[in-house]
């Protein structure tokens, strides 16, 4: 808690970072010069991050596939009342997955990685820490690639960091552009440690020391690197891509993509264990179900 009372100031003074004034360029530019990617944009999106076998071969798909899937999102916002308030579901792109590399959409996983998800048990139910960080409350990881709400990212800029606030969970994220080295390895957190760059007008982030308890699609992300790309090309557009890199878990490094559009704002915050009897109405329908079939609490 003093950590988090002590970043506050740090964060206040970023959200309140002026925006350079004037009519909106392509890319429009803060006071000091650099490319303006402030604002509250969203990464909400239908389109999957692999690529579904029955797209092999596809990278986009036809104009009346792309009305089918987006008539099916939104007449599934009418389906359950809980939905209806608050799932973001997102539009498709036309695009059949968000990884562009390698070029069949698929995540390339090394053979001991795809065994190692296999193998994995089904989500447990003994107590809290045998569910995931997300359900938790603790942290929603990174990268954010889609998902079903609070999908918005706040990006404020000073001349020397940018601020990743991200609306799921509140976690945010201060990236340095001084130059300065990535901690020692020993040093581990929930988001990793950045650092970032401009390359011409993209923002470039390159994450480290991510902790081995954090995980990306059931993969410990002890020992990965991201590199993350913002590109702003346009008033309304955002270009997100991002490449992964872990020999252990992939036999080449991969990259996907995705756009996001600018929203209004503002953002508020997301008070996760307030009120949260998610938690308890999971464990105790486990111990029921448990129960029920005679069978030990916990087990698989």
């Keep these: 808690m003093t950590c988090l009372l002590r970043a506050a100031p740090v964060v206040a003074a970023f959200l309140l970072a002026p925006a350079a004034a004037g009519a909106q360029s392509a890319p429009a530019r803060t006071a000091w010069g650099a490319p303006d990617l ?10 999957p991050l692999e690529r579904p076998e029955r797209h092999a071969g596809r990278e986009r798909l036809t104009a009346a596939e792309i ?15 809980r939905r209806v308030v608050w799932w973001e579901r997102g539009l498709s ?3 059949t997955s968000m990884i562009v590399d390698p070029p069949d959409g698929r995540m390339p996983l090394t053979p001991a990685a795809a065994a190692e998800l296999r193998a994995r048990p089904p989500a447990g139910a003994a107590g809290p820490e045998d569910r995931n960080l997300g359900e938790r409350c603790i942290s929603s990881g990174v990268p954010r690639l889609g998902g079903p709400y609070s999908q918005n990212v706040h990006i404020a800029q000073t001349p020397d960091h940018v601020l990743l ?15 300065r080295p990535h901690l020692p ?33 059931g993969l410990s992300q002890g020992s990965m690197r991201l590199v993350e790309r913002f590109t702003r090309v346009g008033a309304d557009e955002l270009r997100y ?9 992939w036999t080449q490094p991969w990259t996907a993509t995705l756009t ?6 503002p ?8 009120g949260n009897d998610g938690m308890t109405a999971l464990l105790e329908i486990a111990r029921g179900e448990a129960a029920a079939v005679g069978g030990e609490f916990g087990s698989r």
């Design 93 to 95: 792109d036309g695009r």
């Design 67 to 81: 009305a089918e899937v987006n008539a099916a999102q939104r007449s599934a916002e009418g389906v359950g009342a």
């Design 267 to 274: 953002m508020f915050e997301y008070a996760c264990h307030e």
């Design 165 to 179: 606030l991200h609306e799921m969970i509140h976690e945010y994220r201060i990236v340095p552009l001084d130059g």
């Design 260 to 265: 996001m559009p600018p929203t209004d704002g």
């Design 185 to 217: 390895e020993s040093v581990r957190q929930w988001l990793g440690d950045a650092r970032g760059w401009w390359e011409g007008d993209t923002l470039v982030v390159e994450t480290t020391n991510i902790r081995d308890d954090q995980r990306f699609r």
């Design 241 to 249: 891509e991002v490449t992964f890199e872990d020999p252990k878990l």
């Design 38 to 47: 402030q604002g509250v944009w969203n990464h909400g999106t239908a389109t």
